[in-house]
Nanobody, 125 residues
Framework: QVQLVESGGGSVQAGGSLRLSCAAS????????MGWFRQAPGKEREFVSR???????HYANSVWGRFTISQDKDKGTLYLQMNSLKPEDTGLYYC???????????????????WGQGTQVTVSS
């Protein structure tokens, strides 16, 4: 049974940093497409970043240069380092996985079949 558990969210001022973690279990970690998404109140879930089995990464334009996705295959954990945070980064952040994909091919939420419950990030101005 695949499980994804996010942690690390919180409240910070603009310009601050947070590191999100996603502990994964129930499949062979490191041999899947993994991603981070976020959802602000009243808005659709949007892509933030993704990483695949070969550590190839991709970012949304809105976070490029400020966020870094990584994975520790020994610990079975996905990370999102978020720097220079802005109020528009506020939202519920979700970890997502598709263990059936060795490489990522899409940033659409539909390309991921397992989701965590989310961790809240609030950035104040």
């Amino acid at each position: 049974q695949v499980q994804l558990v996010e942690s690390g969210g919180g409240s910070v001022q603009a310009g601050g940093s947070l590191r999100l973690s996603c502990a994964a279990s129930g499949y062979t970690f490191g041999r899947a497409c993994m991603g981070w998404f976020r959802q602000a109140p009243g808005k659709e879930r949007e892509f933030v970043s993704r990483i695949d089995s070969e550590d190839s990464t991709h970012y949304a334009n809105s976070v490029w240069g400020r966020f870094t996705i990584s994975q520790d295959k020994d610990k079975g954990t996905l990370y999102l380092q978020m720097n220079s945070l802005k109020p528009e980064d506020t939202g519920l952040y979700y970890c997502a996985a598709n263990p059936g994909l060795y490489r990522c091919y899409s940033s659409s939420p539909a390309a991921f079949n397992y989701w965590g419950q989310g961790t809240q990030v609030t950035v104040s101005s």
